[in-house]
């Protein structure tokens, strides 16, 4: 009794302590950016050169854990602490700026950022190193800037919308708790896991990786605008990989993406999955080969997540064109963020049945977590609900601080990389089709067209987000033949081909059931792009397409091992 | 946020761990010597290695990091050793290739050891069996000339385990003594704009077995010290000064007192630097310290002698047909020697006990008296030097070509270094000069060994002083020592007792390699020097924000 007494105080006092530490250091960091900016401001705006209309600070804080299991045991890991301090200056104005421009393919270095700050906060070395990196971008803007004036002076070139919007100034802290780094239990979980895969001597390669990041932002404006922000993300991926008797390779992935370890599914459920994937790949060793296909598609469950959140997400990306200085001082439009949505608001563009938002406040769907979820962008911009297509029409896309024709204010999507990305992307449809009236429907389409059978895609791999018309592919990691009495056929992997966004008009069904999943979304933003990675939820039924063309997944056909591997010796 | 946990080690026993590669390796040598075309050699390299870093700057922690990585490495030969997919043919295109069959392996499970082990060996020989038919092929049209050295050494079986050696330090007390060294950048804020320092250790168990009967493990430990300022002259040129401390134990590494001292030195290097004058290229006698020396050897003599090289026929061989023959001084010994680990009071970071070809290392005697006696040689034979003398070396994932160890440069005559400055200011009158130089400390070097480009070598010295005729020595900046091999060999005077150690990296085809040049000072009668590439850069266009007295020092 004794015992418990004397430990609620110190228990407090740790508490106290620890909060003191975190407040003083945050008032460190702000007082070290606040009082730099306004030095920055003024000093900078006698100078003879143009001077800045905004300036930013953003210090990433971060600590990292990496490991990689096979077959339960630990191949690599790294632990790392670091924090990165990060700066943007604009000259010119919100109209026209140093941003936006590229002398050929070369990168303008905005923003900058250095690694050199310390980990423990301390005002003089955070004034001394913001100091030198405002002064490196403000040299590089003015530089950009009178590059980009005169290049736009001597070609005709119309540039209507502005480089930047503006905002009004918002101070948010964030309070949601940062996750915990315990290596042991980390490397634990991730061993655990990889062992499930020792059952499987069909298995040829797998890799168990697992990634738990505490990451902190503190944000500081020339237009008022602070937060802090907190970032975590706890990624678990298992791929895994082996070769078809007719030596195609086949390769799958199940992972498990949250913002803290503590919220990762059971252990135990999650090996299921890992065991119900490793079973699938090994009978798929001897299913047949897709051939060419063209017809009706259902894609249910993984698929049709991946579906949305790949081909269609990213043609909710705007972006603004970007201006490009040629080597003969020409200057072109750059056709890469050139995405066929931009100049549809007011389209169909599905079906009327559906309705498509992104909610960055949205913490469950149907009852299931959406990690996505954020408060405020990296942009100082409160997060919110975009309404992307209602009834089929679209209505909106989503924004960073760099407007685009029609749009001109952020949607507070900007999270990583250069341009917005999804957070929580909801597909949602009033008129929801029972799993066996999906079938029928699919069956039906696939007995007006003459088919044999028709073709159901139900996991699908993560894969990079591309902007643009062009036609678009992914690859099918679990694909049925499905035929009119209703059998189902195992078959190799494949692959959908010259896919464009107008195939999303002609969806014909889609289920009640709701898809929902947190991954990693990966999108080729910027100009030059990038891949931008952020955590994404999705929720979407399965979807029924008339007509979508298949192929084989893979052409190369590898001879199989000339040695039966260790494991199906035994 | 400070990192603090412990990575645990390998779970399974340094004799699991070699007797599940030495099963897969006979499993996979009964059937692939049976194949059409059959392996005539396979070799298992494991790399279980962690590393550990911590840094400070301006008196604070700056980053933290641990990481453990295991990786497998195969050698897998195909054909015979006469003949095989490493053959050099002339006229046909060559696997350039520098990489081997690498792949992350965990050392903690022997179903996943050998796993790895199994796929990785499929993959070498389907790739390498592919190239060996294409030489076939090649080597049909093309008559291979009778004198074309083998492509493969055969060797006896070695067997050693030495015992692991452990990365341990105290976090926190090597935390403060970093930010006590880096606390003393603090104090120049408008000249200093970075001022770090930092500790990293690594160690690296290798196993390595092969189809010979080798089977080894070592273990080996590496500390390295840095300290690295930067600032700008008025002129916008960036400029930096660091110091380096390597050792193979912590205690070995130097004590406080002499770290904070050399944190002092290198500031004050740095501030004289940034106010050091410009030197115009010059050509006339130098001093080369110790370390100079011993970088101007490992570029412009080491790299010569790497026997690979005198196998290609794109190689200028500047020294194969010099065996037996005067190339230096002959008062002047070169060797290479892995097997030495410490010199004085300092570690030697190019020690090793076996290489990467599983070949136990020794001394190689490369000139004696001036006289060229031979070269460093891997499994890769040369005529008159048919076997490996144990410098096949390698970064992981990398191919083993010969690379140096730990050179040393002997004089047998050599006078004080006072007397060295004198010889130079003599030799400066003579030649009409109004000064000498003294390279007194370099960064690095390069060469070219090529035929295809200048026979030449650079030297990038970071503190360069002009000796005047009375003896005045002055600070200068922004050259390069260039100039050619056999020229510059020929300059060479004299040398000084006093030698020093420079501890390195060097990197070339099989990636880099840790190295030590030991050196006297030496004076070369004649050497060039060519401008610095430019780095200049714009000053701040706002001074900094805080002067000296608003820093708490």
Known sequence: ?570 | MLLCSALSVQALSDSEILEAMNTELERSVETLTQQENPLHYLSYEIFETERKALASSFGQSQFASTNRISTLDVELRVGDPEFDNTALLPNTRQNSDPRTVSAPISLETPKALRQTLWAATDAAYKANSQVFENLKNSANLNSRDSTTDPDFSVSTPQEAVERDLKLKWNESKWQKILNEMSRVFRDRPSEIYTGGTSLTGSRTNSFFVNSEGSSIKQSHLMYTISLQVTGQNKQGESMSRSAQFSSHTLDRLPNKKELLASAQQIKQELLSLLEAPLVEPYTGPAILSGRASGVFFHEILGHRLEGHRLRLQSDAQTFKEMVNQEVLPATFNVYFDPTIDRLGDIDLMGAYRFDNEGIKSRRVTAIENGVLKGFLMSRAPLEEFPHSNGHGRKQPGFKPVSRQSNLIVDVSDRVPLSDLKELLLQEAREQGKDFGLLFDDIQGGFTFTNRGMPNAFNVQPTIVYKIYLDGTEELVRGVDLIGTPLTAFSRIVAASEETDVFNGWCGAESGSVPVSAVSPAILVKQIEVQKKASNEGRLPILPAPLSVEDFQL
Do not use: C
Request: charged letters at 20%.
């Open chain 1, 1 to 570: 009794m004794k015992f418990a007494t004397m430990m609620k105080p110190l228990s407090f006092l740790l508490f106290f302590v620890a909060s003191y530490t975190a407040i003083a250091s945050e008032q460190i960091v702000f007082q070290a950016m606040g009082d730099s900016l306004e030095r920055s401001m003024k000093m900078l705006t006698g100078q003879d050169s143009t001077a800045p209309y905004f300036i930013s600070y953003t210090l990433h804080q971060d600590e990292q854990i990496q490991m990689n299991s096979m077959l339960g045991g630990i191949r690599s890991e790294s632990q790392v602490a670091s924090n990165t301090l990060e700066v943007q200056v604009r000259v010119g104005s919100y109209e026209l700026d140093n941003t936006n421009f590229l002398v050929n393919r070369r990168s303008n270095n905005f923003p900058l950022t250095t690694p050199d700050v310390p980990l423990e906060f301390d005002y003089e070395i955070l004034r001394h190193h913001l100091w030198l990196l405002t002064d490196s971008a403000y040299k590089n803007a003015v530089e950009i800037y009178g590059e980009k004036t005169t290049a736009l002076d001597n070609n005709s070139v119309d540039y209507e919308v502005a480089d930047f919007s503006r905002q009004e100034p918002v101070t948010f802290r964030d309070n949601r708790r940062h996750g915990k780094l315990d290596r042991d239990a980390i490397a634990k979980r991730v061993n655990d896991i990889s062992s499930v895969l020792s059952d499987y001597p069909e298995i040829l390669n797998s890799n168990t990786a697992i990634t738990v990041d505490i990451h902190q932002d503190y944000y500081l404006d020339s237009e008022g605008t602070s937060f802090t922000r907190v970032d975590d993300i706890a990624e678990l991926t298992v791929v895994i990989s082996t070769q078809a008797e007719n030596g195609a390779p086949l390769l799958d992935t199940v992972s498990d993406v949250v913002r803290r370890s503590d919220q990762f599914q059971d252990v135990e459920t999650f090996k299921d999955e890992v065991r119900s994937v490793a079973e699938t790949i090994a009978a798929m060793r001897s299913a047949n080969e897709l051939e060419n296909y063209n017809g009706p598609v259902l894609f249910v469950e993984g698929a049709a997540i991946e579906l949305a959140a790949h081909f269609l997400g990213s043609a909710f990306i705007a972006q603004k064109d970007a201006i490009r200085k040629l080597s003969n001082n020409q200057i072109r439009v750059a056709s890469i963020p050139n995405n066929p949505f931009q100049t549809k608001i007011g389209a169909r563009v599905l079906p009327r049945e559906f309705t498509v938002y992104n909610d960055s406040l949205l913490e469950s769907y149907n009852g299931v977590p959406l990690h996505g979820t954020i408060p405020i962008d990296a942009e100082g911009v409160l997060a919110t609900r975009t309404n992307l297509i209602e009834r089929g029409i679209l209505r909106g896309l989503l924004t960073s601080r760099q407007p685009v024709e029609g749009i001109d204010q952020s949607t507070g999507n900007r999270l990583a990389g250069r341009g917005p990305v999804p957070t929580n992307l909801i597909i949602e449809t009033n008129r929801g089709f029972s799993n066996e009236e999906m079938l029928e429907e699919f069956q039906l389409l696939v007995s007006d067209r003459g088919l044999e059978y028709g073709i159901l895609a139900k996991r699908a791999v993560r894969g990079v987000g591309v902007i643009g018309s062009q036609p678009k592919s992914m690859m099918i990691n679990e694909v049925y033949k499905v035929y009119p009495d209703g059998t189902q056929e195992l078959m190799q992997q494949g692959r959908v081909s010259q896919f464009v966004l107008s195939n999303f008009k002609d969806i014909i069904a889609a289920s009640e059931r709701v898809n929902v999943k947190t991954h990693m979304g990966r999108y080729a933003v910027g100009s030059p792009p990038s891949t931008a990675t952020n955590i994404m939820s999705v929720a979407t039924p399965d979807l029924l397409f008339e007509e979508i063309t298949l192929t084989p997944a893979q052409t190369v056909r590898a001879k199989p091992p000339i040695l039966p591997s260790p494991m199906e010796e035994g």
